[in-house]
């Protein structure tokens, strides 16, 4: 049961799927990744807060009567 180049075309078509943006190839260093993360996660922690203590009715509330 051979099945001739049918594993090597596969292989092609996978590796052409992958989105090509993304990686480790980035050029940072671990600690530089992990300050940019960390910075990343404040804002978006930070944007919450402002979100809830400004009200923060964007529709997601399930207490309608």
Partial sequence: MTRGNQREKDRERAQ???????????????????????????EKQAKKAEQAAGGGNSGKSGNKK
């Fill in 16 to 42: 052409a799927r992958k989105p090509q943006g993304k990686g480790k190839d980035d050029g940072l260093t671990p600690e530089q990744r992990r300050e940019r993360d960390a910075k990343a996660l404040q």
